[in-house]
């Protein structure tokens, strides 16, 4: 990652924390963090301070570490403006558009209603680093606690824009048991064949899965193709609305 170091520190059961750091000035952000005490551990480990807390959203297993980090670190929390009073201890409050400086390294927000209505994404140019929280997954996306298929789909369409070569660091490690489903829906995708095998001989030999490259999504993740012409054919749901695609899709896989 050009100018920006990343440490992914797996918690729970299988949520990720990242922490990154900015080569250039060392100024140090924990993505989510659902726990504190394993991000102190590697900051204590490194010698590392803490400047920022970033939320992509208010669920428990993404800011349950927020007040304990911010107490014993003094970092400043950033999240949604639009979730303000969702978000523990939050400081800064970002919107559509809105840049982010870690340092040097500049971030912008996405704004990705869907999972949840106050979702938001970083995005770091530079770095060509996504953080997507429960938007999108390793061939798969979040569940629609709060936003409609309308919404999610056109928060995808936001990522989906970002370049091939953008790494997506999702909040869980759900790409195999995503594979699954892909499969079952995509049944033909031979991309989506050969990144499932890649897939899982990855986590038999006990790898992450995360980060994923945006280019190999786009080509293999159902959920960031519902108006492609190949999956809504193998759906039998050819020419119809994206939005209905991907509903349909989103409703499958609920109950997979
Ligand atoms: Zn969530
Ligand atoms: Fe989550």
Same mark, same amino acid.
């Given at each position: 990652?050009?100018?920006?170091?990343?440490?992914?520190?797996p918690v729970l059961s299988d949520n990720y924390v990242h922490?990154?750091?900015?080569?250039?000035? #060392?100024?140090?952000?924990?993505?989510?963090?659902a726990v504190a005490q394993p991000v102190l551990s590697v900051?204590?480990?490194?010698?590392?301070?803490?400047?920022?807390?970033?939320?992509?959203?208010?669920?428990?297993?993404?800011?349950?570490?927020?007040?304990?980090? %911010?107490?014993?670190?003094?970092?400043?929390?950033?999240?949604?403006?639009?979730?303000?009073?969702?978000?523990?201890?939050?400081?800064?409050?970002?919107?559509?558009?809105?840049?982010?400086?870690?340092?040097?390294?500049?971030?912008?927000?996405?704004?990705?209603?869907?999972?949840?209505?106050?979702?938001?994404?970083?995005?770091?140019?530079?770095?060509?680093?996504?953080?997507?929280?429960?938007?999108?997954?390793?061939? #798969?996306?979040?569940?629609?606690?709060?936003?409609?298929?309308?919404?999610?789909?056109?928060?995808?369409?936001?990522?989906?824009?970002?370049?091939?070569?953008?790494?997506?660091?999702?909040?869980?490690?759900?790409?195999?048991?995503?594979?699954?489903?892909?499969?079952?829906?995509?049944?033909?995708?031979?991309?989506? %064949?050969?990144?499932?095998?890649?897939?899982?001989?990855?986590?038999?030999?006990?790898?992450?899965?995360?980060?994923?490259?945006?280019?190999?999504? %786009?080509?293999?993740?159902?959920?960031?193709?519902?108006?492609?012409?190949?999956?809504?054919?193998?759906? #039998?749901?050819?020419?119809?609305?994206?939005?209905?695609?991907?509903?349909?899709?989103?409703?499958r896989k609920d109950v997979f």
């Amino acid at each position: 990652m050009n100018g920006m170091e990343i440490i992914q520190i797996p918690v729970l059961s299988d949520n990720y924390v990242h922490l990154i750091r900015d080569s250039a000035t #060392g100024t140090t952000a924990a993505v989510d963090p659902a726990v504190a005490q394993p991000v102190l551990s590697v900051l204590n480990e490194r010698d590392w301070g803490l400047d920022y807390v970033l939320c992509t959203h208010h669920h428990h297993d993404h800011v349950g570490g927020n007040a304990d980090l %911010k107490m014993v670190t003094r970092c400043q929390v950033v999240g949604a403006a639009a979730d303000a009073e969702r978000i523990p201890g939050l400081d800064i409050g970002l919107r559509h558009g809105d840049g982010f400086p870690l340092g040097q390294l500049g971030a912008t927000v996405i704004e990705v209603p869907g999972h949840t209505v106050g979702h938001i994404a970083f995005w770091f140019p530079e770095a060509e680093a996504l953080f997507c929280g429960d938007t999108l997954f390793g061939l #798969g996306c979040g569940r629609l606690f709060e936003g409609t298929p309308a919404q999610m789909w056109a928060s995808l369409l936001r990522l989906r824009a970002l370049p091939d070569t953008a790494q997506v660091f999702c909040a869980h490690e759900y790409t195999e048991a995503n594979a699954a489903f892909a499969r079952r829906v995509d049944p033909r995708n031979r991309d989506l %064949k050969a990144r499932a095998e890649e897939v899982s001989a990855a986590r038999r030999a006990g790898r992450s899965t995360v980060p994923v490259p945006l280019g190999v999504e %786009k080509r293999c993740n159902p959920f960031l193709r519902a108006d492609q012409p190949a999956l809504q054919a193998a759906l #039998g749901m050819g020419g119809l609305d994206p939005v209905r695609v991907f509903a349909d899709l989103r409703r499958r896989k609920d109950v997979f």
